[in-house]
């Protein structure tokens, strides 16, 4: 009787504990600009927003283009679970991919990208 009422608690504490630890890593939920979003113009920041808060000190974000690498501030914390990062220049027309790294209250980092576009200005017609 005793090894069953044992079984049944460990079965009872392993089920307790599964989502809890699937859903433990931090997740990207959504991002400004939105994934493969084309812009009529250049974004003078971005921003991630995440399952939970990201931990700042573990948080980098950069951005690459048409031309390579973007000068980007320092990520700082957004509020409402995000973080969010001042674009330095204006952007050119063309793609580009944010990647993003960061950790949330269990240590554990996670990383992803975020693709968009700027789109190519048209002169006005005469």
């Given at each position: 009787?005793?090894?069953?009422?044992?079984?049944?608690?460990?079965?009872?504490?392993?089920?307790c504990?599964?989502?809890?630890?699937?859903?433990?890593?931090?997740?990207?939920?959504?991002?400004?600009?939105?994934?493969?979003?084309?812009?009529?113009?250049?974004?003078?920041?971005?921003?991630?927003?995440?399952?939970?808060?990201?931990?700042?000190?573990?948080?980098a974000?950069?951005?690459?283009?048409?031309?390579?690498?973007?000068?980007?501030?320092?990520?700082?914390?957004?509020?409402?679970?995000?973080?969010?990062?001042?674009?330095?220049?204006?952007?050119?027309?063309?793609?580009?991919?944010?990647?993003?790294?960061?950790?949330?209250?269990?240590?554990?980092?996670?990383?992803?990208?975020?693709?968009?576009s700027?789109?190519?200005?048209?002169?006005?017609?005469?």
């Open positions: 009787m005793r090894k069953t009422s044992t079984l049944w608690f460990l079965c009872a504490a392993a089920l504990l599964c989502p809890i630890l699937l859903s433990a890593h931090l997740k990207l939920t959504r991002s400004s600009p939105q994934a493969d979003a084309v812009l009529e113009s250049s974004p003078a920041a971005l921003q991630l927003w995440f399952s939970e808060e990201p931990l700042l000190l573990m948080s974000v950069t951005l690459t283009g048409p031309a390579g690498a973007v000068k980007l501030e320092a990520p700082r914390a957004g509020g409402d679970r995000s973080l969010i990062v001042s674009v330095g220049a204006k952007l050119e027309p063309g793609a580009y991919r944010i990647a993003w790294k960061s950790a949330g209250d269990d240590g554990h980092t996670t990383s992803g990208t975020v693709d968009f700027v789109k190519a200005r048209t002169p006005p017609a005469q």
